[in-house]
């Protein structure tokens, strides 16, 4: 029987792994947790959500949402356990991060033709089918390896990590909850800051100590992901355009608009821990405690896990991957993941998914297939490995669509029609690649 190896257990690695599995090939998962461990890691578990726990957005009107809706046409095992682990937040798809790791875990554990096998891969094997999924904190063993093999030097930013409190250390008194805008349910609950509270906060957060890089370490920040006191320094009013927005809230309490906000989501089901939105930091631990303390909801908070830092990788696909994630020089070895250059959890997802459907009919001997352009995930596949110049990681998001031939003026009537384009579009191609599914699976129950 045909052999895939696939390196790394994350989303991209996992979607991979269950895709080629599900198309009748065997499959061997190398993890290198537990044996080997990242700076963010905290567990064994396959597909560990190491920053938010929300996977974005589901509104379709919005690029991730849209990603999304594709995926479930493609049976993506990432979504699936995204149901099975659902925790409300708004329009976002928050999960579980335990239920949804395990749920992953044990599908790919029960699947006939998938091994999982727990060591560190520190050489790409050159002389087979190979999907490299080793996400964006990469082992310097295997980054080195793979700079040797794509030719060019990586680029890289740096990630910054949410803190999570318990719910019973937050003084409710002192916030509300609501949705912004009206949209979705009341899931998030708002900190509110008079203008004096904000401005001690602001003060503190710019005199607090940071972590500081390693010397060889030039840190390069992702715009999509800044630590909230790189945005401070900025000027003061940058927060109130960013995590601490209170545009489209209004405090029941007052009747009025507060004058600045933190938002906190649920962790889990339960809604025992909570989240502070948006608000990634490269303070130190005593500093994140200090400083995150002034904001009267959080004066006894309970940290159970404080912000941080780690290192992310990314290749310039661009310049090495062909549109179908494999490597210009090394047909046969593919590419999927933050590593090719994508942003956020269902974009690294959905290369998975495309990666290994083109490995498995590599290995078949069919041709190689692409989302249509009209497709949110063609659409951004053909952006990270076409775009001119250097190549910075990119989010799904609408603008990288083709136009309407028509012209229409209004935005979520235009976005509506986007969105109803592509996934016309995808229900061709997904019926047409999901004829290679061949075996039935634990998860889907389709065959």
């Not at 009107?61 to 594709?70: D, I, M, Q, V």
């Amino acid at each position: 029987m045909e052999e895939v190896v696939v390196i790394g257990g994350g989303l991209a690695g996992v979607e991979a792994s269950y895709r080629l599995a599900n198309m009748g090939i065997r499959v061997l998962l190398y993890e290198m947790r537990p044996q080997s461990t990242t700076p963010a890691h905290r567990t064994d578990q396959l597909a560990e959500l190491v920053c938010s726990n929300t996977l974005g957005s589901v509104e379709l009107t919005s690029g991730a949402g849209l990603l999304k809706a594709e995926m479930e046409l493609l049976h993506s095992l990432v979504l699936q356990a995204g149901k099975r682990a659902y925790v409300p937040a708004g329009t976002a798809l928050a999960v579980d991060r335990v239920l949804f790791s395990q749920h992953i875990t044990q599908r790919l554990q029960e699947h006939p033709l998938v091994r999982i096998v727990r060591e560190e891969v520190k050489k790409v094997p050159r002389d087979r089918v190979v999907v490299v999924a080793s996400g964006p904190l990469t082992s310097q063993a295997l980054a080195e390896d793979i700079r040797e093999l794509v030719g060019f030097d990586y680029l890289y930013f740096y990630d910054a990590i949410s803190p999570i409190v318990e719910a019973e250390g937050v003084d409710f008194s002192k916030g509300f909850w609501a949705s912004r805008y009206g949209k979705g349910g009341e899931d998030y609950f708002n900190c509110t800051l008079t203008e004096e509270e904000y401005t001690l906060f602001y003060q503190e957060l710019l005199k607090a100590e940071k972590v500081a890089p390693k010397d060889f370490e030039n840190i390069v920040y992702f715009e999509g992901c800044m630590p909230v006191e790189e945005l401070a320094e900025r000027g003061y009013k940058t927060l109130l355009f960013g995590p601490m927005k209170p545009v489209g809230l209004v405090d029941p309490r007052t009747g009025r608009q507060p004058f600045a906000v933190l938002q906190l989501r649920k962790e889990n089901r339960e809604g025992t821990l909570l989240s502070l939105v948006g608000f990634q930091t490269r303070m130190t631990y005593a500093e994140q405690k200090r400083v995150l303390r002034l904001i009267p909801c959080l004066r006894e908070a309970v940290f159970v896990k404080l912000g941080s830092m780690h290192r992310n990788t990314f290749l310039q696909s661009n310049r090495v991957l062909t549109p179908f994630l494999n490597l210009r020089k090394h047909p046969h070895i593919f590419f999927a993941g933050q590593i090719t250059g994508v942003e956020g959890y269902s974009a690294s997802a959905m290369t998975g998914i495309l990666a290994g459907i083109n490995a498995g009919r590599l290995l078949k001997g069919k041709e190689l297939l692409l989302p249509p352009e009209e497709t949110m995930s063609g659409s951004l596949v053909r952006y990270i490995t076409s775009k001119e110049g250097t190549l910075q990681p990119m989010a799904p998001v609408l603008g990288l669509l083709p136009p309407l031939e028509e012209r229409i003026k209004d935005k979520q009537e235009r976005k509506r029609k986007l969105a109803k384009r592509a996934l016309s579009a995808m229900e061709v191609w997904a019926g047409e690649v999901n004829r290679d599914i061949i075996v039935l699976s634990p998860a889907t129950g389709q065959g």
